[in-house]
């Protein structure tokens, strides 16, 4: 059981460049979503996934999209890079527990420099 | 929009003395208090929750105590150890959204 994989660990990316950071999960959740941690700010919630085909905006999800094909994966792309994106990004999995515990599993992270 | 208050920013406490944090929301319609360390370049774990319909929890050094009406929430470590230093977040929404508050930088001192 690998939990949350995230990738790349770090990337480097200039002004008005795309890309994609890659999230999957084996734990076979139903619920996935994407953070973004800044210092002193805690985690803002960019966008999330309660099964496959649904997706829906968090606080901060100007310049993210996001898809869910399939239950394991949940990419988050950016349209075009700006500064103010440089951030950590985490991606997360969760349950239910029949005790009424919502479970979040996060990723090791993402750490985006954006030049 | 919907926030969550989180203090003190830093607490420095000596080891085997207690810590508190507290956290007040915004939105009334959250029922679920979750926990959070970080530790210093890792992801955070969850380690105590509560739901709307509990005044208080416990886990061995660890307690979390709400009160809805008054719309804050509080997480207590007691004879607090050197592997406790971290950083906690709370956070408060329900059914997997959350808006969590802005991290207490815990330091125990040997």
């Known amino acids: 059981n690998a939990g949350v994989t995230q990738t790349p660990k770090f990337q480097v990316l200039k002004t008005g460049q795309s890309m994609t950071l890659q999230c999957a999960q084996d734990?076979?959740?139903?619920?996935m979503s994407w953070y973004r941690q800044d210092p002193g700010m805690g985690l803002r919630l960019i966008h999330y996934?309660?099964?496959?085909?649904?997706?829906d905006q968090g606080e901060v999800p100007n310049g993210y999209n996001v898809s869910r094909s399939t239950t394991e994966d949940f990419p988050l792309r950016l349209l075009s890079a700006a500064p103010s994106q440089t951030s950590v990004y985490f991606c997360?999995?969760?349950?239910?527990?029949?005790?009424?515990?919502?479970?979040?599993?996060f990723g090791p992270g993402t750490r985006l420099l954006v030049l | 929009g919907e926030n969550v208050e989180q203090h003190p920013s830093t607490l420095s406490v000596q080891e085997g003395d207690s810590a508190v944090i507290k956290c007040t929301y915004s939105?009334?319609?959250?029922?679920?208090f979750p926990w959070y360390k970080q530790e210093l370049g890792k992801r955070p774990q969850l380690i105590i929750d509560?739901?709307?319909?509990?005044g208080e929890k416990k886990d061995q050094r660890i307690a979390v105590t709400l009160n809805k009406t008054a719309k804050h929430f509080s997480l207590h470590i007691t004879e607090t150890q050197p592997e406790d230093s971290a950083v906690y977040f709370c956070?408060?929404?329900?059914?997997?959204?959350?808006?969590f508050g802005t991290g207490t930088r815990l330091k125990v001192l040997a």
């Open positions: 997360a999995s969760s349950f239910l527990t029949s005790g009424g515990r919502e479970t979040q599993y």
């Open positions: 734990m076979n959740h139903e619920y």
């Open positions: 996934s309660v099964g496959a085909g649904i997706t």
């Open positions: 939105d009334s319609a959250s029922n679920y």
């Open positions: 509560i739901r709307s319909n509990v």
């Open positions: 956070a408060a929404g329900g059914t997997y959204k959350y808006i």
